[in-house]
């Protein structure tokens, strides 16, 4: 279950489902036992205030008060409009309801032990103002705990955009599928705990949806995953290249080499600068270290074919020598994970990269953090965009799998299919972790991973790293935690 529907594709998967021959009001009645059941798990004691709006969600408020009161839990409901402008399966949801409805008084909040926020749908696609928005604002002050039903109101379910104002959560039940919104920031700040409810509609319906956007979790590239054969050897498991800074720079390059071993890379070559070999080398064991000092020293290693991934720019150093390197790199047909220096030497011409990457034969991932991307893409992307929309366009602009990172990093590829993480421990926000991260995704497409899952892969294994780490983490943690990943890694796939 790791398709996200957006607002208009799960409105187009209640249709398919109606059309199939499922009932639209027992689709809203199913949606409603299943809010009255996480409702009843979440309020101890109390009474349980539902606060619905007029359309489908608050006729899953409706449903719910009911089977809440059937449970013999008390509760109340208030309804921001007048009980007959409802129409449709709403108003035969307050039908069955039966009891008082109270007007919407956002003095009358207090006093109960859970609010279930039925305002506003996913498909919100304008600010929130007047009523509704002074509704919101009291139930985030009233310090009752909420449980919002789809989506918290006032969050956009295709963008994760805030119209506005918009209820914090601390549980949002949504149905069939996630959106978008619950993962992207800053709708996922507000969602608190997001459980997934089955309402029976049929997964048939994804056929003709045909989803591009998935939740980053391990089934999605599972069937990927490199697990070293009994009878290989470290060169079938490929080298990696990572080109090093001066020698003052050159911690985030050992940072990117060591996470490629971790990575299962059967050999790491640091390229290094004279100046800098002597602390290369005694600062690294494993990794090997090879004098490069200019880019025709750059081409003549690259004429060994068994070098097959490059990773550059942590630590490279931004000017001309880096975007010489880079093109270097690519113009031998060796696959590159590109990220820090290695974009923002592209900063003033990005199309000569983009042009490069899309005349090589082999794959090109780039790691940007929000900073990078707006230098290397802001002529480009559309900057008001949601995350995924811009890590979508900038993927299909430069002809590479683009990991907008984040704590909802965005793994994108020019057709358009794209994973948004949600794993990431905030500890990871700390120097040197996306060195790492990149060198993460550079041993697993050394050992032939497809770039999408390969950076999404990596994506994922990064953000279990910072939690395995945990708090106080720095980035030298984190390739040393990668085997109990692996480990439960190779534990899903059924291996060994």
Known sequence: MLELLTSQQMTQADALAIAGGVDSFELMRRA?????????????????????????????????????????????????????????????????WGEPILPCDPAALGGSSLIVDALLGA?????VKGDFAGMIDAINASGVPVLA???????????????????????TITFFRKKPGHLLLPGRLHCGEVELA?????????????????DNQPPLWLPHLPVPRLDGHKYRRGHVVVGSGGIAATGAARLSARA??????????????????????AALTAVMVREVDTVSDFAALLTDRRFNVCVLGPGLGVGSRTRDFVLTALHAQRACVLDADA?????????????????????????????????????????????????????????????????????????????IAANASPWLATAGSGDVLSGIVGGLL???????????????????????????????????????VWRGLVEMAGQS
Do not use: Y
């Not at 009161?69 to 399966?89: E, H, N, S, Y």
């Not at 994760?160 to 104002?165: K, L, N, R, S």
């Not at 299962?264 to 070559?269: D, K, N, P, S």
């Not at 999404?456 to 085997?483: F, K, N, R, T, Y």
């Open 446 to 484: 050394a050992q032939s991973v497809p770039a999408f899952e390969a950076a999404a892969m990596a994506v994922w294994m990064h953000g279990e790293a910072g939690v395995c780490a945990g708090p106080g983490l720095i980035a030298e943690d984190l390739p040393d935690v990668l085997p109990s």
């Open 32 to 96: 409603g036992a299943a809010v009255a059941d996480a409702a009843a798990r979440m309020a101890h004691s109390g009474p349980i205030l539902v606060v619905a709006g007029r359309g489908n969600n608050g006729g899953d408020g409706f449903i719910a008060a009911a089977e809440l009161r059937r449970a013999g839990l008390p509760v109340r409901l208030m309804l921001m409009c007048d009980p007959a402008t409802l129409k449709g399966d709403a108003a035969r949801a307050a039908a069955h």
């Open 343 to 419: 974009l923002t030497s592209f900063a003033d011409g990005p199309d000569l990269l983009f042009s490069a990457i899309k005349a090589s034969s082999a794959p090109a991932v780039l790691t940007p953090h929000e900073g990078e991307f707006a230098r290397l893409f802001g002529g480009g992307v559309d900057a008001s965009a949601s995350k995924l929309d811009r890590a979508r366009a900038a993927a299909t602009h430069a002809g590479a799998v683009v990991v907008l990172k984040g704590a909802d990093t965005v793994t994108a590829r020019p057709d358009g299919r794209a994973a």
């Open 260 to 281: 490629a071993l971790r990575a299962g890379a059967g050999l790491v070559t640091g390229a290094s600068p004279p100046a800098a070999l002597a602390v290369n080398a």
């Open 123 to 127: 498909g919100l696609d304008r600010p």
């Open 149 to 171: 039903v789809d989506l918290p109101s006032g969050i956009n379910g295709t963008t994760g955009a805030v119209m506005g104002t918009a209820v914090r959560a601390a549980r």
């Open 198 to 214: 089955d309402i029976g509609i049929s997964e048939r319906v994804l056929d003709q949806i045909k989803p591009e956007a998935f």
